[in-house]
């Protein structure tokens, strides 16, 4: 009891001291223990960030790897597109090549072909000047021929003049108009003279001259009554001087037309050429040419001959005029006759009953 | 004794009768006559006279009817007013060939003057005889009729139509075939009118056979009946190209071009017609006619006549021209423009000039060297003048305008723009600056001449808006000189030297 009685007495000071020395180590405590959450904190801190700096590096590590992983990646697929445009760019330059030539060809050769074009247009210069030769020539033997026929026809115009003036000839005795004595030649005229034959005086000939037969009376009355010329004559003509009768009525019966009796219009041998006429449509249409005799008496003289089928010495055949089937007894098997009347034949008599039994119905 | 009597009075008026129907025939061919026999009544006293006894009275009262009815319409009217006509056609039928030929001169005469006229000898019923007419042995009736009918089928469509229905058209080809000269022609000329109306008449022409005929007789000597045929060929071939085809396909090349050097003016116009109606339809068959040598000959008449029978010609050259650049250029070798300016400054004749205008504007709008072609022989200042005058008219100076126009835009021939330089009004000087503009930046030799021509100077002097088409061409001209050239040239810069040389103080020291 007693050291619990001193403890007891001692318990305020051991109270007290020990508070006060906890309070003692309290001061401290808080220093001590905010020093030593400072270090430790600080050496946390260094911890953590040497764990962060090593999470730093590494990621930094990956994702430097990745980025230059990527970076590659996307500069292949740049060269590959780059080389791909490249050869493009290429290949697009020698296809324009080949169209270009094949463009150059194709026009030149089917479009527009220069030097056909050349060539036509020679050919077309060279057939222009040898139309324009022949065209020439053409014009050229036109008038060479138009001269021509002017020449013939101024000659023949001379030479009709010189027909006509004949009679101007030189004769002996008289010199003619063209031949002079006081000339060294002949006019040509008088040589043309002397060539030329005397016109006869009935030379012009009546232009259309149709024949027209007296039967057809209306053109004759048309063609012969009045002369109609262009030109009729003009109107006031004085009558000529002179026991002259009007012309019309001159004309009237110079022109007047045939008016033949009936004998004169109808041919001499009429009838005979009437008969002759007659005769031959008969000839043409009959089959006889006999002529029919009515009687009896006109063929009295006649002989008859009869046909030589049936007046031949083996006589007349009986056979086609008594009867007309061939008997020949010898052949007959019976001796009954055929029967006019004629059986009646059995259509279905022989029905199923044949020789053969196929297709039957049984 | 009585009798002849009584017959001497019948004779006596038959006398009567036909010198009165002589003397009015005769009469009626004068013109100065005619107005006294019609105030005289010569119409109703003809008439009676259609229908006398005596076949010539009728046949010369027909003569004298149809000299009337020819001289004016009025006349023709009267007999058809006069109930002629029935009578006429009629008789046509039954009478001689005298007296068809003088109904059908009638006929004629009344057919000529206007298409009423026609369209009443149609209504009476004159065309089946008139065809049946066709028929007749006479070449004078066949030629009488062939006439008559083709005076009726001129006018318009229908009555061609109406004639062509009356079965005439097999007829007339076989007119073709007979030997008179004088029937071909008339039979020709008939077939001419008929087929110049429409493509479909045209057809039934060609139908019956006439072109296989019509060009055989291209080769015959007589000038006329060559005139009808080549005017029938180029009536047929004008309506389309299968026509023209089926002209050309019965061989005429080269056969025409021999017309075209004959005497007669009127053949060569009908035929350098036909092939210009041959030429308008297509390039094929321009080129044929290039290929038998067509172009030369056609060049060759133009050069050898005058006035109204070139006028075929040069349009057959336009057209040729105007359908390819092969075709133009082929015009050019055949020496054809000089022929065409040649033309273009001769004639009197607007409208020919206005032909010569277009054919030259076809054959230079093709390429540079066909303008070159054009503008060497120096037409283009005188198409220039002729769209300037105020003489011209207004169809010539359309036509030289769209010329000159369409040659400008494709001239790089300088020397023959120059003087457009001076003289054009603005509208052409707008496509000049155009051309310069466009051929200066190219060509180093052409800068020079034209600085030293003047050219410049002018150019500088032409006063545009700006912004226009004109003021960007001068600029694109001035881009081709350096900076002084162009200044020197700008007007009034001598006055600005002579400020500079007023303003200017010398330096005194």
Redesign the interface.
């Known amino acids: 009891m007693a050291t619990l009685a001193r403890l007891q007495a001692r318990s305020t000071f051991v109270a007290h001291q020990y508070y006060y020395r906890n309070s003692v180590v309290d001061v401290f405590r808080k220093k001590e223990y905010d020093a030593a959450v400072k270090i430790q904190s600080w050496f946390r801190g260094c911890q953590v960030r040497a764990y962060i700096r090593y999470l730093h590096r590494i990621a930094t590590v990956i994702q430097k790897w990745w980025r230059g992983y990527s970076g590659r990646e996307e500069y292949r697929l740049l060269v590959k597109f780059a080389s791909c445009a490249m050869k493009m760019n290429f290949y697009n330059a020698m296809a324009v090549r080949i169209q270009r030539r094949w463009r150059g060809y194709r026009i030149r050769k089917y479009c527009f072909n220069y030097f056909y074009?050349k060539e036509?247009?020679r050919a077309?210069?060279e057939?222009?000047?040898?139309?324009?030769e022949?065209?020439e020539e053409?014009?050229e033997m036109?008038e060479r021929e138009e001269k021509k026929a002017d020449l013939e026809r101024e000659e023949k115009e001379r030479d009709y003049q010189a027909r006509k003036m004949h009679y101007l000839l030189s004769t002996k005795q008289i010199p003619g108009i063209y031949n002079s004595p006081f000339r060294k030649d002949p006019d040509p005229w008088e040589l043309r003279l002397q060539k030329a034959k005397p016109l006869t005086s009935q030379r012009s000939k009546v232009k259309d001259k149709h024949w027209v037969s007296p039967n057809s009376w209306?053109?004759c009355?048309?063609a012969r009554?009045?002369p109609?010329s262009e030109?009729?004559p003009p109107?006031d003509r004085k009558q000529c001087q002179g026991p002259f009768r009007d012309i019309?009525e001159v004309l009237e019966q110079r022109y007047k037309p045939l008016e033949p009796t009936l004998r004169v219009a109808e041919p001499i041998n009429e009838l005979n050429v009437a008969r002759e006429e007659f005769r031959r449509q008969e000839w043409m249409r009959n089959v006889n040419d006999n002529m029919f005799l009515p009687f009896s008496t006109y063929h009295k003289n006649k002989k008859y001959t009869p046909l030589m089928h049936s007046s031949s010495k083996y006589g007349p055949n009986s056979y086609g005029s008594r009867h007309f089937r061939d008997e020949n007894s010898k052949k007959w098997i019976c001796d009954k006759d055929f029967q006019t009347v004629l059986p009646s034949f059995d259509l279905f008599s022989k029905y199923g009953k044949l020789y053969s039994k196929a297709g039957q119905i049984i | 004794m009585s009798q002849r009597q009584v017959l001497q009075v019948f004779e006596q008026y038959q006398?009567a009768r036909?010198?009165f129907v002589?003397?009015v025939?005769?009469l009626a061919t004068r013109p100065q006559n005619i107005e006294t026999l019609q105030n005289a009544g010569v119409m109703s006293l003809l008439r009676p006279l259609l229908l006398d006894v005596v076949?010539?009275i009728q046949?010369t009262a027909a003569l004298a009817l149809g000299r009337l009815a020819n001289y004016n319409d009025d006349l023709a009217e009267a007999v058809v007013k006069g109930d002629i006509l029935p009578q006429l056609v009629y008789s046509l039928a039954e009478q001689?060939r005298?007296y068809k030929k003088a109904a059908a001169f009638v006929l004629r005469a009344v057919g000529k003057h206007s298409p009423q006229l026609a369209q009443a000898i149609v209504d009476c019923g004159a065309l089946d005889t008139l065809v049946i007419c066709l028929e007749d042995f006479d070449p004078g009736v066949k030629e009488a009729a062939a006439w008559a009918l083709g005076y009726i089928a001129r006018h318009n469509a229908e009555l061609s139509q109406a004639v062509v229905d009356a079965g005439a058209v097999p007829l007339l080809v076989l007119c073709i075939q007979e030997p008179e000269i004088a029937l071909k022609r008339i039979a020709a000329s008939a077939l001419s009118d008929i087929s110049k109306h429409s493509p479909e008449l045209a057809q039934t022409v060609v139908d019956a056979g006439a072109i296989a005929h019509l060009a055989q007789m291209i080769l015959n000597p007589d000038s006329k009946l060559k005139r009808q045929v080549l005017s029938a060929l180029s009536q047929i071939a004008k309506h389309s190209v299968d026509l023209a085809e089926m002209v050309v396909e019965a061989e005429i090349f080269?056969v025409v071009?021999?017309c075209?050097?004959d005497?007669d003016e009127y053949v060569k116009k009908n035929a350098s017609t036909l092939i210009r109606e041959i030429a308008k339809h297509t390039p094929e068959l321009s080129q044929l006619i290039?290929?038998?040598?067509?172009?030369?000959?056609v060049i060759?008449c133009i050069g050898s006549c005058k006035g109204n029978i070139r006028l075929p010609g040069i349009m057959m050259l336009g057209y040729v021209a105007a359908h390819s650049e092969?075709l133009a250029?082929?015009v050019i070798?055949?020496k054809g423009v000089p022929q065409l300016s040649v033309c273009l400054s001769e004639e009197p004749e607007d409208h020919i000039k206005a032909a010569a205008a277009w054919a030259l504007g076809q054959i230079g709008r093709h390429t540079p060297e066909h303008a070159r072609a054009v503008a060497v022989t120096n037409t283009l200042p005188v198409l220039l003048s002729l769209y300037m005058s105020t003489e011209s008219s207004e169809d010539l100076q359309v036509k030289s305008k769209k010329a000159i126009k369409n040659i400008l835009q494709k001239c790089t021939y300088l020397p023959a723009l120059e003087p457009f330089l001076y003289d054009a009004p603005p509208n052409i000087l707008k496509h000049v600056v155009g051309q310069f503009s466009k051929v200066l930046p190219h060509d180093s030799k052409a800068r020079r001449l034209f600085v030293t021509s003047g050219g410049l100077k002018k150019v500088q002097e032409i006063k545009a808006e700006p912004g226009s088409l004109l003021q960007e061409y001068i600029n694109s001209i001035n881009n081709c000189y350096p900076e002084e050239i162009v200044r020197y040239y700008s007007p009034g810069y001598s006055d600005t030297l002579l400020q500079r040389v007023d303003s200017y103080q010398p330096l005194t020291n």
Not at chain 1, 127 to 132: F, G, Q
Not at chain 2, 290 to 297: F, K, L, M, W
């Open positions: 074009l036509y247009l077309v210069s057939t222009n000047d040898a139309i324009r022949a065209l053409f014009a036109k209306l053109e009355t048309s009554s009045f109609r030109v009729l109107i019309t | 006398k036909t010198q002589q003397m025939a005769e076949p010539t046949q001689n005298f080269p071009l021999t075209l050097k005497k290039v290929n038998a040598g067509g172009v030369a000959a060759d092969n250029m082929a070798i055949s």
